[in-house]
């Protein structure tokens, strides 16, 4: 499967973005998605994880209750909603799919997308 993220940009602290990716090449609804992140001099991270039907999500402790989410499986589209941004926050982000959920979440993961930079300025 073929993944496509977008909706990086610069903003300020506070501020909201959505991220999306967009998968094409197989069956969408087969596999659990995810996002990642990877910071300035910093490992790639875990953010959030989404199962194949969108009843199970899984987010890291640094972005619970800020970050959303969610899939499309008619449009082949997972987003993520990222409310009330913080300077740590900045990273290239990248979405991830995997036919397992489980494999999302500790990062096994057999697809991933190219990163699109998000910049939270204080």
């Known amino acids: 499967v073929q993944l496509q993220a977008s909706g990086g940009g610069l903003v300020q602290a506070g501020g909201s973005l959505r991220l999306s990716c967009s998968a094409s090449?197989?069956?969408?609804?087969?596999?659990?998605m995810g996002w990642f992140r990877q910071g300035p001099g910093k490992e790639r991270e875990f953010v959030a994880a989404i199962s194949e039907n969108g009843g199970r999500t899984y987010y890291a402790a640094s972005v619970k209750g800020r970050f959303t989410i969610s899939r499309d499986n008619a449009k082949n589209t997972v987003y993520l909603q990222m409310n009330s941004l913080k300077p740590e926050d900045t990273a290239v982000y990248y979405c991830a799919a995997d036919d397992a959920y489980a494999s999302i979440m500790v990062g096994t993961i057999d697809y991933w997308g190219q990163g699109t930079q998000v910049t939270v300025s204080s």
């Open positions: 090449g197989r069956t969408f609804s087969k596999y659990a």
